[in-house]
Nanobody, 116 residues
């Protein structure tokens, strides 16, 4: 069983920054892909960014140049650095572990609110 625990959400003003963290426990393979998704009220859950074990990252167009995903394989932790936050970034952010061997797992989510 894999468990994902997110932290770092909160309330910020437009233009400010936040850093989300997701700690993973349990068995993961060397070919898992970690990612961050978000879901705003009344909308579907969408991919924000993902990263392979070797650091290959992929971003949604809406966050390119503002968000950076990274991972520390030794700590089994993935991060999302969010800069220049906008009100439209407001959502619940979910950590995801997509592992072709051990399965697909989600965290419980952390709320990010961007408001003046």
């Amino acid at each position: 069983q894999v468990q994902l625990v997110e932290s770092g959400g909160g309330l910020v003003q437009p233009g400010e920054s936040l850093r989300l963290s997701c700690a993973t426990s349990g068995r993961v393979s060397r070919i898992n892909v970690m990612g961050w998704y978000r879901q705003a009220p009344g909308k579907e859950r969408d991919l924000v960014a993902s990263i392979t074990r070797w650091g290959n990252a992929n971003y949604a167009d809406s966050v390119k140049g503002r968000f950076t995903i990274s991972r520390d394989n030794a700590k089994s932790t993935v991060y999302l650095q969010m800069n220049s936050l906008k009100p439209e970034d407001t959502a619940v952010y979910y950590c995801n572990n997509k592992d072709p061997i051990y399965g697909n797992y989600w965290g419980n989510g952390t709320l990010v609110t961007v408001s003046s």
